[in-house]
């Protein structure tokens, strides 16, 4: 029996620290589902090195490389449905997925952000920025959330929570440190719970 792999996209603009978690952990867990496609507004960066070095198409897309937006975000669209795309992780992606995308995967696009959603999202909420609010605000824990992508920054359906404490000498770059060493267990988990849920 051929059994179908759900197809997977990573859209990135840094390290790929998670890509690399995610990709590793499926296949340890022997996952039915594979990442085919990373897609960056940076043609040089740790996560597309990744994928040119492991054999997973590697697309560069940016606004500037077309005339208008609409362009720009219709051939985001046709890029995905061309590698037959069924799921899209943001992993440190740094622009706002385009609606058009948003509209043609719903309940299909999962972000990872590093705090504990509501508090501390949205727009300008990012990187060492969100750690540096959550240290100014006095929290005891802090965490990482993974969520479904609609709309508005950061603020569609929590899927998986997990908490780190926050400790009393901690810097931003320390609480990063240990939310990302969070991130990258648990967005393994929360792409195998949408799976199921899609599954089912
Ligand atoms: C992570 O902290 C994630 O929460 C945020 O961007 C960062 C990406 O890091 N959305 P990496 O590129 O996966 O290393």
Redesign the pocket.
Known sequence: MIVHKTRIAVF?S??????QAIFHALKKKQLNAEIVLCLSNRSQCG?MEFARSNGIAAVHLMEKQFDSFDEFAAAMVGCLRKHGIEIILL??YMRKVPDAVVTAFPERII????ALLPKFGGEGM??IHVHTAVLEAGETESG?TVHLVNEEYDKGRILMQRHVPVLADDTPESLAARV?EC?HKLYPEALEKLIAEQQS
């Open positions: 990135c840094g390290s790929g620290s998670n890509f996560a992993a440190g972000n990872i952000h590093p990012y990187g990482a990302l991130e």
